[in-house]
């Protein structure tokens, strides 16, 4: 099983980057599972026809008796197992702790040894990376992080803060950096912004997916583009880049 965390700054497209990639992914036979750890919520919507489902905190808040994996795991395209951790209820209580309180509770009814998923993707806020959104990368929970941005300053500050929380870790056998994913927001000069970010950060760009209008298209459909266009320029960007960040490895592990 390899864990991927995705990283970055809220409305810089890591949603739609991970629900692509796990729809890409379950394309080319892995069994995927995306957990979503914004309050948003709103991580898996293209892979369920646009439809919310139920958060895990809001399942453990909500029900008196005991809660059942199918009740927080929901079957998404292609059988992409989809997860919401959820927020805390506004103005009260930790987002991180929440998010921490999900993992447990997914461990502890055996998620993963009852879906056994090749693939787990983490799709994780990146503008705070305090302890609690830090937690996907830490306690075996993530191998590596990829952080997704644009050329744009804020995006890059965060990409900075997501690193540096990596490099607080290192050597703790936690996650390691795998690079950065470019969503191009098609501002000047952003394909060398992000290259000199990364070298900075002391990694790589490992892909670059353009600014697309199928990307609404599609997610006006409640879809992702590789499931609504597959054939698309688009979907294989989202293709490749898939294999590219998972394939060589996990087949390592497989075999
Ligand atoms: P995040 O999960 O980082 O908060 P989202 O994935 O929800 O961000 O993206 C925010 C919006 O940006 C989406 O509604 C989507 O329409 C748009 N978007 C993201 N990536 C692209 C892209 N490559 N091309 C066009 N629109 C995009
Ligand atoms: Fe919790 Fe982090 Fe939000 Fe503080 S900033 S309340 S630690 S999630
Ligand atoms: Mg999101």
Request: hydrophobic residues 40%.
């Amino acid at each position: 099983m390899k864990k991927i965390a995705i990283y970055g700054k809220g409305g810089i497209g890591k949603s739609t980057t991970v629900s692509n990639l796990s729809a890409a992914l379950s394309l080319e036979g892995y069994r995927v599972m995306q957990i979503g750890c914004d309050p948003k919520a709103d991580s898996t919507r293209n892979l369920t026809g646009g439809k919310s489902i139920p958060t895990v905190l809001d399942v453990l808040r909500g029900t008196k008796g005991p809660v059942r994996l199918d009740d927080l795991v929901h079957r998404g395209f292609n059988n992409v197992f989809c997860v919401e951790a959820g927020g805390p209820t506004p103005g009260i209580g930790c987002a991180g702790r929440g998010i921490i309180a999900a993992f447990e509770k997914l461990e502890e009814l055996e998620a993963y040894e009852t879906f056994e998923p090749d693939i787990v993707i983490y799709d994780v806020l990146g503008d705070v990376v305090c302890g609690g959104f830090a937690m996907p990368m830490r306690e075996g929970y993530a191998d590596e992080v990829a952080i997704v941005s644009s050329g744009e300053m804020m995006a890059l500050y965060a990409a900075h803060n997501i690193a540096q929380a990596i490099k607080n870790f290192a050597g703790r056998s936690y996650a390691t950096l795998s690079g950065i994913i470019m969503n191009r927001r098609n501002i000047e000069n952003e394909e060398a912004l992000v290259e000199q970010a990364a070298r900075e950060i002391g990694t790589e760009v490992i892909g670059q997916v353009p600014r697309c209008g199928l990307v609404q298209e599609a997610e006006a459909m409640g879809k992702t583009v590789v499931e609504c266009f597959p054939e698309s320029d688009m979907g294989r960007i989202y293709r490749s880049l898939a294999v590219q960040l998972v394939g060589a490895k996990v087949s390592a592990v497989a075999s």
